[in-house]
C-alpha cells in the first residue's frame, strides 16, 4: 500500500453523475505521480476531494496507513494539515509581500512564533530561487514568480503530500522551465507529489507513475515511458495522439 492511497473514490458535485468513479491508486513515500487526462475528466476534482473540499460519496483514502475520515471535522482537519494543493491561478495576496504571503497562514491560522516562521519562510523563498524577492509584492513578481511564491506558501504548511493542479498553465511559455526547475528540485529533495499537468516531457521526467483518467475513471497506470509511448486502450491513444501532436 502506498504513502497515499486512494481506493474508490466516488464523488459528485450534488448532481446525479458521479464525476468521480472508483478512482484507485496509489503513492509511495517521496514518489512523483502524474495525473493526465482530458479536461473534465476529472484531475482536478481527485486533488479537491483529497483536501476536503469535496465530501467523496464512497472510497477510503488512507495517509501514512491512517484512514481519512471526510465526514469527521477532526479527522479532516487532520488530513488537510498533511496536504497542500497548488492551482493554476496563484491568487497571491496583492497587498503582502512575498514573504507575508509565505508567513501569514502559519502566523495567524497555525499560531506559531512570528520569528520562528519569518525564518523559514526566507528559507523557503530562497529555496524557490526568490531570496531577493521576499519584500516584494505580486504586481513586482512575473507569473512564474508568483507561482513559486505559492509553492513556498503551501511548503510553509510543512505538507507531507503536495498538489500540483496545472501549475504552469497559466505562465507564459518561457517562464514555464523556471517554476519546472522548482519542482524538479522538491522531487529531489524527497517530496512526496500529484501533479497534475499537461507538460508531458516533464510528466515523463519527473513522475515514477503516470496515471491516465478519463470521464471520472482511471483507465491506465504505469511507467511514464509504458503510458505516453504504448498506451493500451483506445482512449489514452486518442490522448496522447492529440497531445503529443503540438
Ligand atoms: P479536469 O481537472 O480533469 O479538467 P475536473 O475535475 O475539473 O476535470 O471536472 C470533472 C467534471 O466535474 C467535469 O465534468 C466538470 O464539468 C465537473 N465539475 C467541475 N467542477 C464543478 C463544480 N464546481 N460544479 C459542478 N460540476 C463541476
Ligand atoms: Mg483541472
Given at each position: 500500500m502506498g504513502f497515499l492511497s486512494i481506493e474508490g473514490l466516488t464523488a459528485s458535485y450534488?448532481?446525479?453523475?458521479?464525476?468521480?468513479?472508483?478512482v484507485t491508486l496509489s503513492v509511495p513515500r517521496g514518489a512523483v505521480v502524474g495525473l493526465i487526462g482530458p479536461?473534465?475528466?476529472?484531475k482536478s476534482t481527485v486533488l479537491r476531494t483529497l483536501v476536503g473540499l469535496l465530501k467523496p460519496r464512497a472510497g477510503k483514502v488512507t495517509v501514512g496507513g491512517q484512514a481519512v475520515d471526510y465526514g469527521d471535522r477532526a479527522s479532516l482537519r487532520a488530513a488537510r494539515d498533511r496536504f497542500a494543493i497548488v492551482f493554476q491561478q496563484y491568487n497571491l495576496f496583492q497587498n503582502m509581500t512575498a514573504l507575508r504571503n509565505v508567513t501569514v497562514a502559519p502566523t495567524l491560522?497555525?499560531?506559531?512564533p512570528a520569528e520562528e516562521v519569518e525564518a523559514e519562510g526566507r528559507a523557503l523563498l530562497a529555496r524557490v530561487g526568490l531570496a531577493s524577492k521576499v519584500d516584494s509584492y505580486p504586481d513586482e513578481l512575473s507569473g512564474g514568480q508568483q507561482q513559486r511564491v505559492a509553492i513556498a506558501r503551501a511548503l510553509a504548511l510543512k505538507p507531507e503530500i503536495l498538489l500540483l493542479d496545472e501549475v504552469t498553465a497559466a505562465l507564459d511559455p518561457e517562464l514555464v522551465g523556471e517554476v519546472l526547475d522548482t519542482i524538479r528540485s522538491l522531487q529531489s529533495d524527497g517530496m512526496t507529489m500529484l501533479i497534475v499537468s499537461h507538460e508531458m516531457a516533464f510528466i515523463r521526467e519527473v513522475a515514477s507513475t503516470v496515471v491516465f483518467m478519463d470521464q471520472g475513471r482511471v483507465v491506465e497506470v504505469g511507467p511514464p515511458s509504458q503510458i505516453l509511448d504504448a498506451p493500451k486502450s483506445d482512449r489514452l491513444r486518442d490522448f496522447t495522439a492529440r497531445i503529443l501532436r503540438h
Open positions: 450534488g448532481g446525479k453523475t458521479d464525476v468521480l468513479s472508483g479536461s473534465g475528466s476529472g491560522v497555525k499560531k506559531r
